[in-house]
């Protein structure tokens, strides 16, 4: 939703930047890396980039600057990124095009440091450079400064009071809620009428807890889309009332995959007969496209799992030719739940050690999201299904397949604590006791 209302908005900089082009030949060079990175071909839109590189930097468009940027961002490319600075140092006083993006992508590259430093020297600080901060702070888990940096923007814009409400909504308090509240009873009233600042609106008055507020926007709301009906059982699912969201989803006639996941996830929480029934009801009938979102699968396996199905979360899991680590992740919880452990080291078995270094490049860079975690998920489902079969030569086989940076984390080192003492090796104990003190 967010990145919609960004595109939207920075049209007119695309517009700006584009005209702005010093040679015709970097406006078409500038239009062509953006048709590779709407393809999501980042490493090309780069590699197109590079050959045009000449010793005049003046050469560039901001147009091509921007979208090699973008590339940059997307594959989290810091030192590629940190050369096209460089390249671009000696126009950022004078050029407020430029600027924004370089903010997003130190910002998106977790260099909260030096984005800060690029918006301190700002000298015109424009809506988009303030939306950039915004979000990057959010980006980071730096919520109290988005909120701090929206208190000194004088005549905010949607897009401002949207990235507001997503820091209120990270922080979850009493004291974000009261100013939600307040700003929102302050903005201008055909704001209510977009359906971004809307549901932005509606997600952070779940996730503060009024649902009662909540519920009546959406109520009084002329157009309800998918969005705000997602915040709502997002919501709904967060307080612990799953069967809200149940008998939400209910009312929607044409669910989208965002829906279904979460609607997976609201039967999960509830773990009963009844939800069940409604997940292999739903699941029989939706899209076949949908099973390619390896979220849904996910949230499949899951909801059926705590429903205490394992047998339909394991054939189905079978039948899936693409298995991501989530999903492996997800089925070995299963089977230590229902004491499963042959099975769980089995899965264990199935993963390609590619797999982890392959997705771990790729989410670490794109969204930024900790893989390093879902792996520890994995690693701490073998570890555990070990320790009770107990078995030395198998535990020994796999503790050396762990990576060493995983060693250090605590809750590894205290789960093959647990292992080898099961595995009554007391030698090989001591060892990782003495590396986690």
Not at 27 to 54: H, P, S
Not at 71 to 90: Q, Y
Not at 183 to 198: A, E, Q
Not at 359 to 381: A, R
Request: glycine content about 4%.
């Amino acid at each position: 939703m967010l990145k919609k209302l960004f595109t939207n908005r920075s049209s007119f900089v695309i517009f700006i930047a584009k005209r702005s082009a010093f040679i015709q030949s970097n406006a078409d060079l500038g239009d062509e890396m953006k048709l590779l990175n709407d393809n999501k071909q980042f490493e090309k839109a780069l590699d197109l980039f590079n050959k045009y590189k000449t010793k005049s930097n003046e050469q560039y468009s901001n147009w091509s600057i921007i979208q090699a940027l973008r590339a940059c961002t997307e594959i989290g490319d810091l030192h590629c990124g940190s050369n096209i600075h460089n390249l671009v140092s000696s126009r950022l006083k004078y050029d407020p095009y430029i600027l924004p993006s370089l903010i997003h992508f130190y910002m998106q590259c977790g260099d909260v440091n030096r984005a800060q430093s690029l918006f301190d020297t700002s000298t015109n600080k424009t809506l988009f450079i303030y939306g950039a901060m915004m979000k990057g702070y959010i980006k980071n888990k730096l919520a109290n400064k988005a909120i701090d940096l929206f208190k000194q923007i004088k005549s905010p814009d949607k897009v401002i009071f949207v990235l507001l409400f997503n820091a209120c909504a990270q922080l979850g308090t009493n004291e974000t809620l009261n100013l939600v509240k307040h700003v929102s009873s302050n903005i201008p009233k055909k704001f209510y009428s977009d359906t971004y600042i809307l549901t932005s609106l509606i997600d952070v008055l779940m996730t503060c807890g009024d649902q009662t507020y909540a519920q009546l926007l959406v109520e009084n709301s002329k157009i309800k889309t998918l969005p705000m009906y997602a915040a709502m059982m997002k919501g709904y699912i967060k307080n612990n009332c799953s069967n809200k969201a149940i008998d939400l989803f209910k009312q929607i006639k044409n669910p989208n995959e965002i829906i279904i996941n979460l609607f997976f996830n609201a039967c999960a929480q509830l773990g009963t007969d009844e939800a069940l029934n409604l997940i292999k009801n739903v699941s029989s009938n939706i899209p076949k496209t949908f099973y390619s979102n390896r979220y849904i699968v996910t949230s499949l396996l899951d909801g059926l799992i705590k429903c205490g199905d394992i047998k339909s979360a394991q054939t189905f899991f079978e039948t899936c030719q693409i298995k991501t680590l989530s999903m492996y992740g997800t089925m070995m919880k299963g089977f230590n739940i229902n004491n499963m452990a042959t099975e769980t080291v089995e899965t264990f078995n199935q993963i390609h050690h590619d797999q982890f270094y392959t997705e771990n490049n790729h989410l670490y860079s794109k969204k930024g999201i900790d893989y390093f975690e879902q792996n520890v998920i994995i690693y701490l489902c073998v570890i555990k299904a070990l320790a009770k079969i107990a078995i030395l030569s198998t535990s020994q086989s796999i503790a050396q397949r762990i990576p060493t940076s995983y060693l250090t984390h605590r809750q590894i080192q205290n789960a093959l604590i647990d292992m080898w003492v099961c595995s009554r090796t007391f030698a090989l104990c001591a060892f990782v006791f003495l590396k986690n003190n």
